[in-house]
């Protein structure tokens, strides 16, 4: 079996006044390899510039399994 990497995405929860059960927001073209720092500067940042406060990251991964 050969796996090859096709894309990354990464939806980060936040909650905050007015959406106190968290309102997602999604990023696409991460790269291959996310790192647990890497979200949690991502994370940051969006808390910096919102009023928000981050909860949460979910990374998806999608990966093509080709049999050989």
């Not at 007015?18 to 647990?36: C, I, Q, W, Y």
Request: charged residues 25%; negative net charge; proline residues 1%.
């Amino acid at each position: 079996m050969e796996k090859n990497w096709l894309k990354t995405a990464v939806a980060v929860t936040m909650s905050g006044e007015g959406h106190e059960d968290g309102l997602k927001r999604s990023f696409a073209n991460m790269p291959e390899v996310v790192t647990d720092d890497q979200i949690k500067c991502l994370g940051n940042v969006l808390e910096a510039v919102s009023n928000d406060k981050f909860d949460f990251a979910t990374v998806t991964t999608t990966e093509k399994i080709v049999n050989n």
